[in-house]
């Protein structure tokens, strides 16, 4: 078992920037990777990023590549998601997951095993 904790959320303006924490507990490998994912009201759940906890390749969904950063510290079994000039079609419940498989698809929701509770992220225009 892999219990995720998400925090960070919050309310912001436009533009403004936002960091994002998980924090893990229970099995957790460096083989792993873990993922971050979004959903909006009405909307269907969007990958956002994934790193490989061993080596620390990611990957950046379009729509947030070059705002977004996902990275991690393993020491603190913690991966964060620097969020900069947010715009309010950000504004989502933000989740945090592990994938114990390959590396593969990051982008499918359905090949991660853990998810977190999430945690709101609010940008105002």
């Known amino acids: 078992q892999v219990q995720l904790v998400e925090s960070g959320g919050g309310l912001v303006p436009a533009g403004g920037s936002l960091r994002l924490s998980c924090a893990a507990s229970?099995?957790?490998?460096?083989?792993?990777?873990r993922g971050w994912f979004r959903q909006a009201p009405g909307k269907e759940r969007e990958f956002v990023a994934a790193?490989?906890?061993?080596?620390?390749?990611?990957y950046h969904a379009d729509s947030v590549k070059g705002r977004f950063t996902i990275s991690r510290d393993n020491a603190k079994n913690t991966v964060y998601l620097q969020m900069n000039s947010l715009k309010p079609e950000d504004t989502a419940v933000y989740y945090c997951?592990?994938?114990?498989?390959?590396?593969?698809?990051?982008?499918?929701?359905?090949?991660?095993?853990?998810w977190g509770q999430g945690t709101q992220v609010t940008v105002a225009s």
């Open positions: 997951a592990t994938k114990t498989g390959q590396w593969g698809t990051v982008s499918a929701g359905n090949e991660y095993d853990y």
């Open positions: 229970g099995r957790t490998f460096s083989s792993y990777t």
């Open positions: 790193i490989a906890l061993n080596i620390g390749s990611t």
